[in-house]
C-alpha cells in the first residue's frame, strides 16, 4: 500500500475514533440530563408533598383564612421570601400574633399548597 | 517530590515541543537527493523516535508525580488505584490521557519507517508526523493554569494552545536548523549548503511570525495570570516570568543578529562561499536553543507556581508612582503632565530616529535626552512611599461585622491619640513627634489598604506611632482597616442628601448578613440588581415614619424596592414591637443589627437614617432625621430616578479596594 494511502486511513480511523467517542459520551450525557430533568419535573408536580419550615408571622387575616410568613427556603419549590398562605382550617390561626417565631408544615400538590400545622418556637 | 516533578516536566514539555519542531523542520526543509540533507533527515527521525519515546516515559513519571501532589502523598506516586483515579476524575488527567494516547499513535507511526520514495508519500508521512506531534503537544494548554482562569476559561486556553503551539514552532526548529547548518558547513556536506541556506530562509520567515504571535500570545496570558506590576515583581510567579522574559530578550537578541547578519551572508554555492557565515549562524542557533531550553524550565516551574494573581504580592521597592500622588497638589500635577509631554516627544522623536537611517545618531541622542529629562520632571512627583505590603490584598471583606469589630478595637487602641472621631486630636497625641494623622481626611484615598497594614503592624517610628503586629490578630488589623474606611467614606459622606445624584457612585455600602426570626440568614448582596432601602430605626421616635413605610408597601414592591428595617436598639422582638397596624411585611433585621448599625452610623450619625442603596451595591442618598413622617414623594421619585439609570460597566464595589 502507498504510504499515503496509510496515512489517510490513519487519520480516517483517528476522526472516526474521536467522532465516535464524543458521540456516545455526549449522548450518554444529554440523555442523563433529560432523564434527570423529567425525574425532576415528575418529583415536583402532580405528587403532594409536604414541606416543615421556620419563619416569623407577618400578617394574620382571619377573615381569608391567610397567614403572611417570612420564610426560609423551601426546598425545590421557593427561595426564601415573605408571603401569603392559606391555611387548612382556621383554627391554626388561633393564638398566633405578628412577630411570632414558627416552626409551621405545608403541604400540597405545588402551587397548591397550605399551611397544615403550625406551632411557636422560642430561640 | 516538587524536584522530581519539576524536572519531569521539563523533560516533557521539551521532549513534546521539539518533537514537533523536528516535525515541522524536516517539511520545511522539503525533501532532497543530496546525500547530506538525506542523512540529516535520518538522524532528524531517529531523534523524532527517541524523543517520542522521552515523552512517552516523562509523561509517565509527570503523571504519577501529579498524582502524589493531588493526593498530598508521596505514596500515591506508585499508586495504580490513586494514578487510574486521576486520570479518570480529573480534567488534567483526561487531558493528559488524550495527549499520552496521540503520543502512542505518534511513536508507533514513526516506528513503521513506511517507504517514501515518492513525493507524495514522503509528504504523507512527515506531515503527519506534524500533525500528531502538534495534536499530542496543544491540549496540554487545557491542563494548566489556563484552565482554572475566571472567566473567560475557553479564551484562556485557546490563547495559551496558540502560545504553545507556536513555541513548538519556534523553539522545536532551532536544533534541527543549527544540526543541517553544521552539517552543511563541513567540507564533505557541501552538496548539501543550497539545501541548508533555503530552509534557514524558510525557517527564518516562520520564526518572525510565531514570535510575534508569541508575544501577542504571552502578554494576553500575562494580563490573565498576573494582571498587575505588583503581581510581576513581587510574587514568584512574576519574578519567573521575568527570568523568562530576560531569557528571551536574550535569545531574540541572538535571532536579530542571525537574521539581519549572517542570513544574507549565506548566499553562493561554492566551495568556500559562505561557509564561515554557516558555521557561525549554526552555532548562533544552537546558543539560541540553548536559551529556550532554559526557558522551557522555566515554564515548567511556572506550571508548578501558584499565578500572580492568587498570590500575595510582596512590593519590593521603597517607592511606587502612582497619579493619586497629584491630588490636591497643582503645581505636581503640572509639572508632570510637562515631564511626561516631552517624554512623549523623545520618544516620538526615537521613533523617527529608527525611521530615518541617515540622520540615526543625532535623532537618537536627542530622543534620548528628551525622555530622559522628561522622566526625570515627570516621576518625582508621582512617587510615594511604599511598603512590602503595599500591595497585600485584604483577607477580611469590607463588611458591616468586620467594620463593627475594628470599631470597638479602635475604641481601645486608637482612641488615645487619634480621637474619638478620628480626627488626629485624642489627648495623648499632642505631645508626639508628630501630630496624629487625621484617618477621616480624603487623603487616604493615596494610602492602599496595605499602606495602612504595614503601619498598623509595625508602626511610624518617626511620627511616634506604635506597631501593634504583636498585640492584634492578623483578622483584628484588617479589621481596623475596614472600619478606617469606612470612617473616612463616612466622613466623605457628611454631605450627601436625599437626592441622587445622577450617576455618581462612590459611596460602597458595605455587605451585612442579617436574619429575621429564625429563617436563615441573608446578606445585602444577594439583592444586588434591585434597589434597596435600608432604614434604621428606633422605636419609639420613628414610629410615624415606620407606619408611613409600611403603608406604602405596594408602591415600593411595584417599583422592584426591597425595604430592609434595621431597629437601632437590636431586638429580638423588633417585629412585635412594630405592631400590626398597619402590617409591617418588608424584612426586619432580628438578628445581625448591632454591626449594621455600627457600621452604617458611620455614615449618618442619627436617630433615624434611610439609605437608598442602587442595584450596583453604591448608597446613593442619605437620608437623616428623628423618624418624623415626611412626604413620601420625593423618595419615591428618586427610587424611579435610580431605575432609570443605566447601570454602568464599573466592577461591582466589593474589588473597589485600593
Known sequence: MRTWKAVVLLNLALLVGAGWGYAFWGLRAARLERELVAARAAAASGVEREWTVEGVIRGIFPELGVLVITHGDINEFMPAMTMGFRVASPKIQEGLSAGDAVRFTVRGVPPNVAVIAIQKITR | ?658
Not at chain 2, 513525493?119 to 506534524?130: P, Q
Not at chain 2, 548566499?267 to 548562533?284: H, I, K, N, Q
Not at chain 2, 466592577?651 to 485600593?658: A, G, N, Q, R
Open chain 2, 1 to 658: 517530590m516538587l524536584a522530581l516533578g519539576l524536572v519531569a516536566r521539563w523533560i516533557h514539555l521539551a521532549s513534546s515541543i521539539f518533537l514537533v519542531g523536528g516535525a515541522v523542520m524536516i517539511v520545511m526543509a522539503g525533501p532532497s537527493d543530496r546525500p547530506t540533507a538525506r542523512r540529516w533527515e535520518r538522524r532528524m527521525l531517529a531523534a523524532t523516535r527517541a524523543l517520542a519515546a522521552v515523552a512517552l516515559a516523562s509523561g509517565l513519571v509527570v503523571l504519577s508525580v501529579q498524582t502524589a501532589l493531588f493526593e498530598g502523598r508521596a505514596g500515591a506516586a506508585l499508586d495504580l488505584g490513586a494514578i487510574a483515579r486521576v486520570v479518570v476524575e480529573t480534567q488534567a488527567g483526561h487531558v493528559w490521557l488524550v495527549r499520552f494516547g496521540l503520543l502512542v499513535v505518534l511513536a508507533a507511526f514513526l516506528l513503521l519507517r513506511l517507504p517514501v520514495d515518492q513525493r507524495v508519500d514522503w509528504r504523507a508521512a512527515r506531515g503527519e508526523g506534524v500533525l500528531l506531534g502538534a495534536a499530542a503537544l496543544v491540549p496540554i494548554a487545557a491542563a494548566g493554569h489556563a484552565a482554572a482562569v475566571e472567566p473567560g476559561t475557553a479564551r484562556a486556553i485557546a490563547v495559551d494552545a496558540l502560545h504553545v503551539a507556536a513555541a513548538g514552532l519556534w523553539v522545536g526548529g532551532l536544533v534541527p536548523l543549527a544540526m543541517l547548518l553544521r552539517a552543511a558547513a563541513t567540507p564533505e556536506g557541501a552538496d548539501a549548503r543550497p539545501y541548508a541556506v533555503l530552509a534557514a530562509r524558510r525557517f527564518s520567515r516562520v520564526a518572525l511570525a510565531t514570535v510575534a504571535l508569541l508575544a501577542v500570545t504571552g502578554a494576553l496570558l500575562a494580563t490573565f495570570h498576573v494582571g498587575s506590576v505588583a503581581g510581576l515583581v513581587g510574587t514568584r510567579y512574576g519574578r519567573l516570568l521575568l527570568a523568562k522574559l530576560l531569557l528571551l530578550a536574550l535569545g531574540l537578541l541572538l535571532a536579530l543578529i542571525n537574521r539581519s547578519v549572517l542570513l544574507p551572508r549565506l548566499g553562493g554555492d561554492g566551495e568556500t562561499v559562505g561557509r564561515p557565515a554557516m558555521r557561525r549562524l549554526s552555532g548562533f542557533v544552537a546558543a539560541e536553543a540553548c536559551l529556550a531550553l532554559a526557558i522551557l524550565g522555566l515554564v515548567a516551574a511556572l506550571g508548578l507556581t501558584p499565578p500572580a494573581r492568587h498570590d500575595a504580592p510582596v512590593w519590593p521597592f521603597a517607592i511606587r508612582l502612582s497619579t493619586a500622588a497629584l491630588e490636591g497638589a497643582s503645581a505636581e500635577a503640572t509639572r508632570a503632565l510637562i515631564g511626561s509631554q516631552i517624554a512623549v516627544l523623545g520618544l516620538a522623536v526615537l521613533v523617527a530616529a529608527a525611521v530615518l537611517r541617515s540622520r540615526m545618531l543625532p535623532l537618537g541622542a536627542l530622543g534620548l535626552v528628551a525622555l530622559g529629562a522628561g522622566a526625570g520632571l515627570a516621576l518625582p512627583p508621582l512617587t510615594i512611599d511604599a511598603y512590602p505590603t503595599t500591595y497585600l490584598r485584604p483577607s477580611v471583606p469590607y463588611q458591616a461585622a468586620s467594620i463593627a469589630s475594628g470599631a470597638a478595637l479602635y475604641r481601645e487602641n486608637c482612641v488615645a491619640c487619634h480621637g474619638p472621631g478620628g480626627a488626629g486630636n485624642g489627648p495623648a497625641g499632642l505631645n508626639l513627634p508628630r501630630p496624629p494623622a487625621d484617618l477621616r481626611a480624603p487623603h487616604t484615598a493615596q494610602h492602599t489598604a496595605g499602606d495602612l497594614y504595614w503601619w498598623l503592624t509595625n508602626g511610624i517610628p518617626a511620627a511616634g506611632m506604635p506597631g501593634f503586629g504583636a498585640r492584634l490578630t492578623d483578622d483584628q488589623r484588617w479589621d481596623l482597616i475596614n472600619f478606617l474606611r469606612a470612617l473616612s467614606a463616612g466622613y466623605a459622606a457628611r454631605n450627601m442628601g436625599k437626592a441622587v445624584e445622577p450617576d455618581r457612585r462612590w459611596l460602597v455600602a458595605p455587605d451585612f448578613a442579617f436574619a429575621v426570626g429564625p429563617t436563615p440568614p441573608r446578606s445585602l448582596k444577594e439583592y444586588r440588581g434591585r434597589v434597596v432601602l435600608l432604614v434604621l430605626y428606633q422605636l419609639p421616635e420613628s414610629r410615624a415614619r415606620m407606619s408611613q413605610i409600611a403603608g406604602r408597601d405596594g408602591t415600593l414592591s411595584m417599583l422592584g424596592v426591597e425595604v430592609i428595617a434595621v431597629p437601632t436598639d437590636a431586638d429580638r422582638d423588633a417585629i412585635r414591637r412594630l405592631g400590626e397596624d398597619p402590617r409591617v411585611l418588608f424584612p426586619v433585621v432580628t438578628d445581625g443589627a448591632e454591626a449594621i448599625v455600627s457600621a452604617y452610623r458611620l455614615f449618618a450619625p442619627a436617630p433615624h437614617a434611610e439609605f437608598l442603596i442602587d442595584r450596583q451595591g453604591y448608597v446613593r442618598a442619605i437620608a437623616k432625621s428623628r423618624g418624623q413622617a415626611e412626604d413620601m414623594e420625593p423618595l419615591l421619585g428618586h427610587i424611579q430616578e435610580l431605575n432609570q439609570e443605566r447601570v454602568s460597566a464599573e466592577p461591582p464595589p466589593d474589588e473597589h479596594v485600593h
